[in-house]
């Protein structure tokens, strides 16, 4: 069956979409970058680092909603890089850069120009690496269909850790290693 053309503007560029696709898929291939923490091509997107947030505007109502699950409309005008957005951005990443200050989240941090953060860890206490962002754990599942990553424990005590029963297929796959922008993997590498 053949889709649908949806016709929207994103950052003031006439952009043509298939229905059904996201805003964020839109703007990729209109060559708009949108930064983000938790998507995955191969993944249903599940919106939960708020990363990839932009400004929608239909008709007279302006709100920020996350591109990666954000359906394209006919008419709808959207921008990615407001100083409402790029100030969303910074708290995001002054939260994060504690908690993993290495890799990709060093970059971004540099990139907007985040040196500090108001949110430093407690005395004593050590960065996780895991922004907890559900990729390496939804990736396993989904696309390889182990589990063999997953979630453990609530609230602050919450984190990622390998489920007993691993096989031989982590040592051959460690996908998960390259998922991560967060290093966690790294911490971990003694279970594998
Ligand atoms: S270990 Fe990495 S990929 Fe997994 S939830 Fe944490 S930050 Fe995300
Ligand atoms: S990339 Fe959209 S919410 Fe994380």
Not at 43 to 58: D, I, M, N, Q, S
Not at 80 to 90: D, F, V
Request: charged share 30%; with cysteine; hydrophobic share 35%.
């Amino acid at each position: 069956m053949r889709m649908k053309t949806i016709t929207l503007e994103i950052d003031g560029k006439e952009v043509k979409a298939e229905e059904g696709m996201t805003v964020l898929q839109s703007a990729k291939n209109a060559g708009i970058e949108i930064p983000t923490l938790c998507y995955h091509e191969k993944l249903e997107p599940y919106g939960a680092c708020r990363f990839c947030l932009v400004e929608v505007t239909k008709g007279k109502k302006t709100r920020l909603v996350a591109s990666c699950c954000y359906p394209v409309e006919e008419g709808l005008v959207v921008k990615t890089s407001t100083k409402r957005i790029i100030k969303n951005r910074k708290v995001l990443l002054e939260l994060i850069l504690p908690i993993a200050p290495t890799g990709a989240h060093k970059s971004l941090a540099e990139k907007y120009g985040v040196k500090e953060s108001r949110f430093p860890l407690e005395p004593g206490e050590e960065p996780s690496y895991c922004t907890l962002c559900g990729l390496c754990v939804h990736y396993c599942d989904k696309i390889k269909k182990w589990n063999a990553v997953g979630f453990q424990g609530r609230g602050i005590d919450r984190k990622i850790v390998l489920m007993s029963g691993i096989g031989d297929q982590c040592i051959d796959c460690r996908e998960c290693y390259d998922i991560c922008d967060a290093g966690k993997f790294i911490t971990l590498a003694e279970e594998f």
